[in-house]
Every structure is written in C-alpha cells, then in structure tokens.
C-alpha cells in the first residue's frame, strides 16, 4: 500500500506517474488487495503474465483441438460405428464437466503451476497414445482422460489470469486470454485436418502432442510457481465451497455460461444436419464454423475493453444473450447459405460479446484464493451446457422438425439469461 506520512504527497506522486503512463503497466506498482505478495510476480509487468498465459493455453487448446475432426475419421477407419463414436466424444465432456469444478478447487490449493503442468502432461500422453490406438475401449479410455486433463487445464489458467491482471483491466485480459484460445479452437482443427491429409491420421496424434508438450517446457520455464494465497487469496477454497453456492452474482454467472453454451451446442450439434437438409454443401457447412468461430475470437478484445469501460458488465451480457436468442431464431428461419452466415457471425460476436464479461464477473464475484473453484464451476458449466443441448434437442427434433428445435433452444436460452439477471441484481 502507498504510505501518506507527508500528506498526499505520494498519493499524488504515484497518481501523476499513472496518468503519464496512460494505464497500469506493473502488477507490483497496483495498491490494494489485488497487489501480490511473491517476489517473482511483483517483478513482471502483468501484461507479460498474462501474455505467458495466452502463449501457454494457444498451444494447448491448439495441440489438442488439431485431433478433434481426425479422431472421428481414425475411429471409423478401425471399424468403430457411429454410435460408438459419440459415445467417445460423450466422455470428454462427461469428465470435463465433472472435474473442472473440483480441480479448480485443488489449483487453488496446491498452486497454478503444478496444475496446469500436470493436465498438460495428460493431454500430451493421450495423443501420443492415440497412435496406438485400435480398440473402442482404447479411445473411450483417452477421451476420458482427455477430459481429465481439460478439467486440470483450463480453470487453472482462468484463474491465473484474473490473479495476474489488475481489477480495472479484467475485462480486457480476458478478451486477450479468450481470443488465444478462440484462435487456437478455430485454428487447431483445420491443422489437424491438413496435416491428416497430407501425412495421414496417425501422424496428426504425434504433432500434436509434441504441441501440447511446447506448452508443457513454456509452463516449467516460465510460470511462476505460485499460490493464490500468494496473490492476494486465503487458498481457503476448499473450505469455503458450500459457500460459494450462496453467492448470487456467481450463481448468475454459472447459470448464464449453461444458457449460452446449451445455444452453442445447437448450433455445434445440429446445425451441420439442418444445413445439409437445407441443400448446404460440406465446403460452406464448414465455413459456417470458421466464421463462428473467427468473429467469436476477433470480437473478445474490444469487447474486454468495452467491458472495463462500462459502470456494469451486465448490460453486456445480456445484450449478447439477446444475439445468441436471435442467432437461434434465425437459423430455424434460414434456407440459403447467406442466411446462415449471417446468423453464423452474430453468434460469434454474441458469444464474444457475452462471455468477456461473464468472465471478468466470475473472477469480481470471489476472492483471488477462490478463482480456482469459481472458474472450475465455470467450465463445466460450458461443458453440461453443451452436453444438455446435445442430449435433450436430438429428441425435440425428431418429434417436431430442426425450426422448432432452434425456437426452443432460443426460449431456454431467453430464460437462462433471466435468471442470470435476477440473481445479479443486486450488483447494479
């Protein structure tokens, strides 16, 4: 903390040195609780410790998304049948979304470093092994502990980031960190996809485990190896988990990542039928998502700015739920492609829009010594989001058609983002 022995003396030096900067640039010079406590941390610029976090999550969310499109087709060369393969793809999301709130939990015990080492190891060692790969159960087996390492991964980093950064740039930190890992989910898949066609599907496994072990050597060399306790947390998170459920703001926040993400998953799950039933080709089926995901990426770190910008997050997250209702809508709607790139891209910005700031609401709504956990309950909140879609739609749409099925989805959506507001409204 500034000392004001002479006065407001240095109160006023320090705000003059501020303003000549333009904005915070060293995490060591923020006074207040958010100042941190480990004499590695108060030696960087936070914009390096979070530009380290950015670099680290690219190259896992990239290494491990370059297998997503290949894992399928390697599958289905081998024998194993349609239902089969969904199952598989079931599982990672099963143990992501089961695991990541309580491995959060555990990163704010035993540290960021360590946790996010380890689920990269896991990560690695699963694509190595899919090489060898010949059985159903093998692939049932690393899918789970695909999702295992997801789960160690990425509320960790979550949580380090909002640790890193200052509170007046949380929202922008995490449209730096989201657009990384944006770009890496977009970009992944079409490598792997390529690297697939020219060398084959097995190969893929092993470029991108020696991917995801690059973000492993950049953790060990250069993360700090800290606590949350050390920056500003108890690293009582564990204890105070019943807690948590009491706070509202973050009950608002993990109830609206469910809501948007089961819109997400419509569009991920279904979308691809609808279009081919709407007379689509595979090539603009594609596009589709590339766009999605593109304008979801581009739009994270304007909008980050725009949310630190604002007197409350929330009327950006609700403007973004009013996309994501639209967006549904409008693919119920559509027959040619345009229609459906042009509902294509506002998801992408709605998402974009949205969920900057559901994120920079999460890391307000606890203290640093619970990031872990609340990012974990965030994680998974996207991954039973997406899950719930993927399992409850395929019904709805069989007895009625894919219109009614995106309606649905819209008006769930609608509700989830009214319950985000109500239990949030006492943060206006």
């Keep these: 903390m500034i000392k004001n022995t002479d006065g407001n003396r240095d109160t006023n030096a320090y705000q003059g040195l501020r303003d000549a900067a333009g904005e915070i640039s060293d995490i060591s010079s923020i006074p207040g609780d958010h100042q941190a406590g480990a004499g590695e941390i108060q030696q960087r610029p936070f914009r390096l410790m979070v530009g380290i976090c950015c670099l680290i999550a690219f190259t896992c969310y990239f290494g491990s998304y370059m297998r997503l499109p290949v894992v399928p087709l390697f599958a289905s060369s081998l024998g194993i049948d349609t239902a089969q393969i969904g199952l598989i793809n079931s599982a990672f999301f099963l143990m992501a979304g089961l695991l990541s709130l309580p491995l959060g939990a555990v990163s704010d015990r035993m540290g960021a470093k360590p946790m996010a080492a380890t689920g990269l190891l896991i990560l690695a060692g699963t694509s190595f092994l899919l090489y060898f790969s010949t059985h159903f159960f093998h692939f049932l087996l690393l899918y789970v502990l695909f999702g295992v390492g997801i789960a160690a991964f990425g509320p960790t980093m979550m949580s380090a980031v909002a640790n890193f950064a200052p509170p007046t740039h949380l929202g ?74 009491k706070n509202r703001s973050l009950m608002g926040c993990w109830a609206a990542t469910l809501g948007g993400c089961f819109g997400l ?40 700015i725009l949310s630190d910008r604002m007197s409350d997050r929330r009327i950006l997250v609700v403007a973004g739920f009013i996309g994501i209702i639209a967006s549904n809508i409008g693919f119920g709607m559509s027959a040619r492609v345009i229609h459906f790139m042009m509902w294509a891209i506002l998801l992408g910005i709605s998402m974009g829009l949205a969920f900057t700031s559901v994120g920079a609401l999460v890391a307000e709504a606890v203290s640093p010594g619970q990031r872990g956990l609340a990012m974990g309950g965030y994680n998974a909140a996207i991954f039973f989001g997406m899950m719930m879609s993927s399992a409850s739609m395929g019904a709805v749409i069989e007895k009625a058609d894919f219109s009614t099925g995106f309606f649905t989805a819209a008006v769930i959506v609608l509700i989830f983002s009214g319950v985000f507001y109500l239990l949030t409204a006492d943060k206006s």
């Design 265 to 304: 998953g419509m569009f991920i799950t279904f979308l691809p039928l609808y279009a081919v039933e709407q007379g689509l080709p595979v090539s603009q089926i594609g596009l589709l998502f590339f766009y999605q995901g593109m304008f979801n990426a581009l739009s994270r770190f304007p909008f980050g």
């Design 172 to 245: 922008r930190v995490y449209g730096w960190y989201t657009t990384a890992l944006f770009c890496a989910m977009s970009l992944g898949p079409a490598a792997g996809g390529y690297a697939a066609r020219e060398f084959g599907f097995q190969p893929v496994f092993l470029i991108s485990g020696a991917i995801i072990l690059g973000g492993f050597a950049l953790t060990v060399g250069l993360f700090p190896g800290t606590r949350s306790r050390e920056i500003g947390g108890t690293g009582q998170s564990l204890s105070g988990f019943p807690a948590l459920f």
